[in-house]
């Protein structure tokens, strides 16, 4: 009854191990699991026989264990849960669109040195080098950088 206990633990936490890396990798749980019944069968093991024979049954589990998780990362399944797509656009990229260096405006809100300011028909934030610039003022694009409009008065 005692070996069967033992080899029951032992098939158990090696199926929780290769459970854990085939289909279910990332959440460590049931990896976790399978170490804590691989140990517990090692420690029944060593509590009921003599100590060779548990070395000996010790090396076998760790043996299968590393063995599992070989194929495991072997068999491909991580290829399964990867990001294979990146992402190419970004956020704001065409809001620049009809802006030009030296095109005039007018600030809508004071620039300390973030504000509003209002260019054609609309309306960008933008940033002042010069420093503060009250609102209502005719103000010019002094550049256009990194989706930031830089203004001077």
Request: hydrophobic share 45%; charged share 20%.
């Amino acid at each position: 009854m005692t070996l069967a206990i033992i080899i029951s633990l032992l098939l158990i936490g090696l199926i929780l191990v290769l459970l854990e890396v085939i289909f279910v990798p990332g959440t460590t749980l049931v990896g976790v699991l399978g170490v804590i019944f691989s140990g517990l069968g090692i420690y029944f093991c060593f509590q009921n026989f003599d100590s060779q024979t548990s070395l000996l049954v010790l090396g076998l589990t760790i043996l299968a264990n590393v063995v599992v998780t070989f194929y495991g990362f072997k068999s491909g399944v991580w290829k399964r849960f990867s990001l294979k797509e990146t992402i190419s656009s970004r956020a704001y990229d065409d809001r620049l669109v009809g802006l030009e260096v030296g095109q005039m405006g007018k600030t809508i809100s004071d620039i300390k040195p973030y504000g509003k300011a209002e260019f054609g028909d609309k309306i960008y934030e933008v940033k002042s080098n010069s420093g503060f610039i009250s609102a209502g003022v005719e103000v010019k694009i002094e550049h256009l950088e990194n989706n930031k409009i830089i203004i001077k008065q």
